[in-house]
């Protein structure tokens, strides 16, 4: 069945340091990949997303890969802020599937 | 100004109870989905909804029963609660795209069900 495997499952990084989070996808027809940060105790927010037409998109700190062919995409951060400390789920899903398969989350700890 | 809203936020019952968690969206969005966030927080689909008919139902006990009165409303019913689900649950919602590509989810609150 569908799966996306998201890596690692916790990252620490020093303020202002950048932090990488990789995911894999099985369903090759996916298309739609979107990243949503949880802080605690809070609801999952979409903080970036990409479409399998572009390569690559940028948001101030924050920008997304995707690598079709090996069926990879990356969230990167940069200058991390002790406030950017949460769960991080990426996920992939295709037009008409109604269903949106999640990562299993990173924590990311950014230490002041 | 609340998009997507859930009620109650805390449940806490018995093992073998009934209970309901409702949900609603004035997004204008026609799907909606609920979601079980487990203790190690990965997020599971249970159903998706699309203009009030079922689509996705992911292998979820029949304890578990969705009702969609209208495209602004999912609300799940749990009958006979078991300790195992015990967990939080999220209501999503999105507007079908017209084009190739799924649109966003936005995502209600959660609630926190607590099975004693």
């Known amino acids: 069945g569908e799966n996306v495997e998201q890596h690692p499952s916790t990252l620490s990084v020093q303020e202002g340091d950048s932090a990488v989070i990789k995911c894999t996808y099985s369903?090759?027809?996916?298309?739609?990949f979107p990243w949503y940060k949880q802080e605690l105790g809070k609801r999952p927010q979409l903080i970036i997303d990409?479409?399998?037409?572009?390569g690559e998109k940028k948001d101030q700190r924050i920008a997304v890969t995707l690598n079709k062919t090996a069926k990879h995409f990356s969230l990167h951060i940069t200058e991390t802020q002790p406030e950017d400390s949460a769960v991080y789920f990426c996920?992939?899903?295709?037009?008409?599937?109604?269903?949106?398969?999640f990562g299993a989350g990173t924590r990311l700890f950014v230490k002041a | 100004d609340t998009a997507v809203s859930q009620t109650p936020k805390y449940l806490v019952t018995q093992m073998g109870n009934d209970k309901s968690i409702k949900c609603e969206q004035n997004?204008?969005?026609?799907?909606m989905y609920w979601y079980k966030q487990d203790s190690k927080k990965f997020l599971k689909i249970m159903f998706s909804?699309?203009?009030?008919?079922?689509?996705i139902n992911e292998t979820v006990p029949n304890r578990f029963s969705p009702k969609s009165p209208d495209k602004a409303h999912l609300n799940l019913h749990i009958n006979s609660l078991e300790l195992g689900d015990s967990a939080v649950y999220f209501c999503?919602?999105?507007?079908?795209?017209?084009?190739?590509?799924?649109?966003?989810?936005?995502f209600g609150p959660g609630t926190r069900l607590l099975v004693l």
């Open positions: 999503a919602s999105s507007q079908t795209g017209s084009g190739r590509y799924q649109e966003t989810q936005y």
């Open positions: 369903d090759s027809a996916s298309n739609y």
């Open positions: 990409i479409r399998s037409n572009v």
């Open positions: 996920a992939a899903s295709r037009a008409g599937g109604f269903k949106t398969i």
């Open positions: 997004l204008g969005h026609d799907t």
């Open positions: 909804y699309n203009n009030k008919e079922l689509i």
